[in-house]
């Protein structure tokens, strides 16, 4: 981390159009407790995309939108390097994204990005 105490991750490029969303749903799906990654190639060598959705099951507007938070810090701080050029992802985050501490939220989300158990 810089003096300053922000972390400088890159921002990987983001999925933001329901088609996107729905076009990846026919990719690979790991899935694991504390959320869904659902990742389908694209054939190109661009960077990869990314969207978060968290359903409604999980909670009223404020628990979803910390769960996406939390999400994206994970992704943006530790994750991203773990995606592959010319792939997109959509996290599906559950209840548990919550209360999990962060290196732990950060080293499974990684495992998943890889396809790794």
Known sequence: MPATGKPTGAHPKRLLKRAEFLAVRR???RRGRLFL???LGRDDSE???VG???TRKVGNAVVRNRIRRRL???VRTHAVD???PGNDYVIVGREDVLTTPF???KAELSRRL???R
Request: charged fraction near 35%; proline fraction near 4%.
């Open 72 to 74: 994206r810090e994970a």
């Open 103 to 105: 290196g732990q939220l």
């Open 52 to 54: 978060y959705t968290v």
């Open 82 to 84: 773990d995606m592959a």
């Open 114 to 116: 890889r396809g790794t």
């Open 27 to 29: 990719g690979e799906k």
């Open 47 to 49: 960077a990869p995309r």
């Open 37 to 39: 990654v659902e990742v």
